[in-house]
């Protein structure tokens, strides 16, 4: 009994050795992509959450009879700082993407994106129907255009936001961008404008962030090569060559 549990624990042992042997691990995602990654997480999160307050002020302050309870403007005080916290970092990130010499495989996956066998390929993957196509950049283009979409997203929420934002606060920052934001806010036809499109930008991005969750367990449950891995900490399995 002792020798054949023995036996089964060397078998397992060499069985692991060589997975080791067959698998390598290759740098994904860099540490300053997955901080990004994270920040903007973060900002997101509690921007919707104090939207949703803005738009509807559900929690109202407890009655005083000094005129310091201003819940309201507090709760647009943190949209506002982390409106700014996504800006920066989505700024940071389309210089990264279109600049960075390190990010040239994000680049590459324009290449899939206008190829038809690719997305079909694709596709049939996420409906068990076909194998994952071989990429030559790290997305996928099904991935690739939910990004287009998210970015489009972002620049509509940073614009509408800025607008909104110098409406709110007159001096600093607030008076620097006020006529150069105006263009922006006459285009939509008015602030009521700026607002609703606003709002409905953020329903985008909750869309967004389920179906994103959604794929990143998918490929965590079916994917082979630890994709969600990645963005924890940056590596991700294949084959050797
Ligand atoms: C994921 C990103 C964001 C989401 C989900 C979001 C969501 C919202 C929502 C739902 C509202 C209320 C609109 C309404 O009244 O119906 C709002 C208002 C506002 N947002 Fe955002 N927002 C985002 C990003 C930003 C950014 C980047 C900025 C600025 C740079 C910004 C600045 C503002 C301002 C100034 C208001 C109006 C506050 C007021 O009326 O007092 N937002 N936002």
Do not use: C
Not at 41 to 69: E, K, R
Not at 83 to 98: E, N, S
Not at 99 to 113: F, G, N, P, Q, Y
Not at 188 to 214: D, K, P, Q, S, T
Request: proline share 2%; hydrophobic share 50%.
């Amino acid at each position: 009994m002792k020798a054949e549990h023995k036996e089964a624990s060397l078998e397992a042992q060499a069985k692991e050795t060589k997975q080791h042997e067959e698998i390598e691990k290759e740098l994904e995602f860099s540490s300053l992509y997955r901080w990004q990654h994270w920040i903007r997480a973060l900002s997101i999160v509690i921007l919707i959450a104090t939207g949703f307050y803005i738009a509807m002020p559900v929690i109202a302050p407890s009655v005083s009879s000094q005129p310091d309870n201003f819940m309201y403007a507090l709760f647009r005080s943190w949209h506002q700082i982390f409106g700014f916290v996504l800006t920066a970092a989505i700024i940071f990130k389309t210089y990264l993407f279109l600049m960075a010499r390190e990010h040239e495989m994000e680049r590459s996956s324009l290449r899939d994106l206008f190829d038809i066998k690719v997305w079909l390929q694709q596709v049939g993957y996420y409906l068990f129907m076909t194998k994952h196509p071989k990429l030559r950049g790290v997305y996928n283009p099904v991935q690739f255009a939910a990004y287009i979409f998210f970015y489009i997203l972002m620049f509509v929420l940073i614009l509408t936001g800025l607008v909104l934002y110098v409406h709110v606060y007159h001096e600093g920052l607030g008076g620097v961008l006020f006529d150069l934001m105006r263009w922006f806010e006459v285009l939509m036809g008015g602030l009521a404008n700026v607002r609703e499109i606003h709002h409905i930008a953020m329903w985008g991005v909750i869309i967004f962030v389920l179906a994103h969750v959604y794929m990143a367990v998918f490929n965590a449950v079916f994917g082979e090569e630890g994709a969600m891995d990645a963005i924890f900490s940056g590596f991700k399995w294949h084959k050797k060559h």
